[in-house]
């Protein structure tokens, strides 16, 4: 019987029930406790970041990110159009106006050369996505932040123990978010971090975090009572999740280097397809260390169903990704557009992730690319 290829399986580090049994000890399971703790001090020492704070989820982390920027109605943020939902979402709750601007072909990041056109006397941010995993060329975004005295977030939500130039991902901009849904390399689940690189903004993200209170200044015995001292909402993360967490954080390295042999395998397998214009391999640059978070290639639109079709049956999940926010209906309503969005729209309408976690093997590697062969010497 054929076995059936998952496109995803979350990966286990081994150690999450004895750290969830650990609990049971500490007699703490609500946000900032001792794994909270823990993971925070990990994400410090290996993304180099100034401060890192455990939340709910990335869309948390960027909502926080909106709130300290203090972005008010008609607020101009600057983005690719090809993101999560979130991205933009963050920025809309607070009144803001996401900016879309089309992305490099190459890298499916923003194109820098895009942003400076799109700036404007109301523009406060650019956000730079790190699409698959992959970072966005960040000194031409930061010399136009500089320029124009713009903050630079960075969404980081693929791209945990990726770098460039040979700087983490999350330690570049003014602020930072990962997250830690089970779709990504490093799970928990649900859960999120916001990571802060400009001083400025780590008393108040705090704040911000528990409820708009200043319960860490009474934790630390700063004041003797805590109080509702600012806006703010519960965005902490459960012990229980960060007790997981902390058990993958400890082999994140380990299962980086599992993905990017599996992401390498593929990317050799399918050069012939690329060599011929059959499909278009993801491009990594020089500046970038990728985490083999995903594996993609770009066939044409009336080829993509049927792919998926046939895959399924082969049993193998492959699956499409982002649609474009730009032409969403919420996109058209909330937000502009100050590119032509040609590359957008290309990748958007014919991008396919094919299955990539660390149950994945060689063999199942092998029989992906054997069939997606087969696929279009039987379409020609």
Same mark, same amino acid.
């Given at each position: 019987?054929?076995?059936k290829?998952s496109?995803?399986?979350?990966?286990l580090?081994?150690?999450?029930?004895?750290?969830?049994l650990?609990?049971?000890?500490l007699k703490?399971?609500s946000?900032?406790?001792?794994f909270t703790?823990?993971?925070q001090?990990?994400?410090?020492?290996n993304?180099d970041c100034?401060?890192?704070?455990?939340v709910?989820?990335?869309?948390a982390?960027l909502?926080m990110?909106a709130?300290l920027?203090?972005?008010k109605k008609?607020?101009?943020i600057?983005?690719?159009?090809y993101?999560?939902?979130s991205t933009a979402?963050?920025?809309?709750?607070?009144?803001?106006v996401?900016?879309f601007?089309d992305i490099?072909?190459?890298?499916?990041n923003i194109?820098?050369k895009?942003?400076e056109?799109?700036v404007?006397?109301?523009?406060?941010a650019?956000v730079?996505?790190?699409?698959?995993g992959v970072?966005?060329d960040m000194d031409p975004?930061?010399?136009?932040?500089?320029?124009?005295?713009?903050?630079?977030?960075?969404?980081a939500?693929?791209?945990i123990?990726?770098?460039?130039?040979g700087?983490?991902?999350?330690?570049?901009?003014?602020?930072?978010t990962?997250?830690?849904?089970e779709?990504?390399n490093?799970?928990?689940?649900?859960?999120?971090?916001l990571?802060?690189?400009?001083?400025?903004?780590i008393k108040r993200?705090?704040?911000?975090?528990?409820?708009?209170?200043n319960?860490?200044d009474f934790?630390?015995n700063?004041v003797?009572?805590?109080?509702?001292?600012?806006?703010?909402?519960s965005?902490?993360?459960?012990? !229980? #999740?960060?007790a &997981?967490?902390?058990? *993958? =954080?400890?082999k994140?390295?380990k299962?980086? $280097? /599992?993905?990017?042999?599996?992401f390498?395998?593929?990317?050799?397998l399918l050069?012939?397809?690329?060599?011929?214009?059959?499909i278009?391999?993801?491009t990594?640059p020089?500046y970038v260390?990728?985490?083999?978070?995903?594996?993609?290639?770009?066939?044409?639109?009336?080829?993509?169903?049927k792919?998926?079709?046939?895959?399924?049956?082969k049993? !193998? #999940?492959t699956v &499409?990704?982002y649609? *474009? =926010?730009?032409s969403?209906p919420v996109?058209k $309503? /909330?937000a502009?557009?100050?590119s032509?969005?040609?590359?957008?729209?290309?990748?958007?309408?014919n991008?396919?992730r094919?299955p990539?976690h660390?149950k994945l093997?060689?063999?199942?590697?092998?029989?992906?690319?054997?069939?997606?062969y087969?696929?279009?010497k039987?379409?020609k």
């Open positions: 019987m054929t076995k290829i496109f995803n399986i979350p990966s580090s081994g150690s999450e029930i004895n750290n969830l650990k609990l049971n000890k703490h399971y946000a900032n406790g001792y703790n823990k993971c001090l990990w994400l410090k020492n993304i100034k401060e890192a704070l455990l709910h989820s990335c869309t982390a909502e990110c709130l920027l203090n972005i008609n607020d101009e600057i983005m690719p159009s993101t999560f939902v979402n963050a920025f809309v709750l607070r009144g803001g996401p900016v601007v490099d072909p190459k890298t499916l194109d820098p895009k942003i056109k799109a404007t006397k109301r523009t406060k650019i730079a996505v790190h699409y698959a970072s966005c975004i930061l010399k136009i932040a500089k320029k124009y005295k713009l903050y630079v977030i960075e969404d939500a693929q791209a123990l990726s770098s460039y130039k700087r983490p991902l999350g330690s570049i901009g003014d602020l930072a990962l997250s830690f849904h779709s990504k490093i799970h928990c689940g649900e859960g999120g971090a990571l802060i690189n400009n001083k400025k903004f993200a705090k704040i911000l975090r528990d409820k708009g209170t319960r860490d934790n630390n700063v003797k009572k805590y109080t509702w001292v600012d806006i703010g909402s965005y902490g993360l459960s012990e !229980i #999740n960060a &997981f967490l902390y058990a *993958q =954080l400890l994140a390295k299962i980086t $280097l /599992k993905r990017l042999k599996i390498n395998l593929y990317h050799s050069q012939t397809l690329e060599i011929t214009n059959v278009k391999r993801p990594i020089t260390k990728p985490n083999g978070h995903m594996y993609y290639i770009l066939v044409k639109k009336n080829k993509r169903d792919f998926i079709k046939y895959f399924k049956q049993k !193998i #999940n &499409f990704h649609i *474009q =926010l730009h969403s996109g $309503l /909330k502009t557009t100050k032509t969005m040609l590359n957008t729209n290309y990748v958007s309408n991008l396919l094919l990539l660390t093997m060689n063999k199942d590697v092998a029989r992906c690319c054997k069939n997606i087969l696929f279009f039987n379409k």
